[in-house]
């Protein structure tokens, strides 16, 4: 029966623990890794001596994930081509307020600026301004001084938003450039999408060398649309194209022969213009998208 108690209370808290896991790491398979030792931590440990269950398990998963964070970094550093996290299918239409904006924190782009973070200002920020946990938790959390909590949330959120990352695009514009580039694949015409891209818009493409995909980040309007052309049009034109939200917003999956080749996602400037298309083909990365989170 306690064991019992004790699973009830870790599974109250693994919601929570996924999130933020997966937002520290930019990967599920990581994530559940993570949130799976804290869960056999728990279980062996004294719970008589613990006050605050959903604050130990926080700290424990957060400090779990910092660990993996730092190996993953140096494996990132060999990767192959352009690294983005793994698509996860979750909208952030139609949610009230505080959970729209805990949505807009999987943004592609959102996360791609936390790597530019180190681990405790990732942690730390994500802790406090995504999870509302107060700074003396956090420094817990961290094994550091409040102050010292407060100055990393700090620095993180002025790199942040100078990135102007944390915003949410009105669905309509998401679906008129979906809309541009099915009918760029379907007939050529590529003239309604160059309408929808910004001026220094960037194409990434993650194949994790081991499918074909472009080797680094493609720049500019006449760069991206010449490679749209030369070589997602002919192989694209072929798939099944399965709308959907990745990553908190309207996206595509594409299917080849049944198979999920590729998923595409979008992120945007305050003025609806399209600033990044992500293409993920890595097929690691892939193995599990449609699979509830």
């Known amino acids: 029966m306690a064991q019992r108690d004790d699973l009830s209370a870790f599974e109250e808290a693994r ?3 996924l999130g ?3 937002r520290i790491l930019g990967s599920r398979a990581e994530a559940e890794d993570a949130v799976q030792d804290t869960c056999v931590k728990w279980l062996s440990a004294d719970r008589s001596a613990i006050e605050n269950p959903a604050s130990w398990l926080t700290t424990l998963c957060t400090r779990r994930c910092i660990d993996l964070l730092r190996s993953a970094r140096r494996t990132r550093v060999e990767y192959v081509g352009a690294w983005l996290p793994e698509p996860i299918q979750m909208s952030v239409e139609h ?3 505080e959970r729209a904006a805990l949505a807009a924190s999987l943004q592609t782009a959102f996360l791609l600026v936390l790597e530019r973070l180190t681990p405790k200002e990732r942690a730390a920020y994500l802790l406090h301004e995504i999870f509302d946990i107060p ?3 956090v420094a817990t959390a961290l094994d ?3 102050t010292a909590a407060r100055k990393l949330v700090s620095r993180a959120r002025a790199n942040i938003d100078r990135s102007k990352v944390r915003h949410v695009t009105p669905l309509d514009r998401q679906e008129q450039l979906l809309a541009a580039f099915q009918a760029a694949v379907a007939t050529g015409g590529t003239e309604p999408l160059m309408a929808a891209l910004s001026s220094d818009v960037e194409l990434w493409a993650d194949g994790g060398g081991k499918v074909p995909a472009a080797l680094r980040v493609l720049q500019g309007k006449a760069e991206v649309l010449g490679f749209i052309d030369r070589v997602l049009l002919g192989y694209w034109r072929t798939c099944a194209w399965e709308v959907t939200d990745i990553n908190g917003g309207r996206g595509v999956i594409l299917r080849k022969d049944g198979e999920i ?4 996602s979008f992120a945007y400037d305050e003025h609806g213009a399209a600033t990044n298309i992500y293409i993920v083909r890595n097929p690691d990365k892939l193995a599990r998208l449609g699979e509830p989170v």
Request: hydrophobic share 40%.
């Open 15 to 17: 919601p929570m623990l």
């Open 20 to 22: 933020l896991a997966y």
């Open 95 to 97: 949610e009230p307020g």
């Open 135 to 137: 700074y003396p938790e």
């Open 144 to 146: 550091i001084q409040e």
């Open 261 to 264: 080749a590729a998923c595409m």
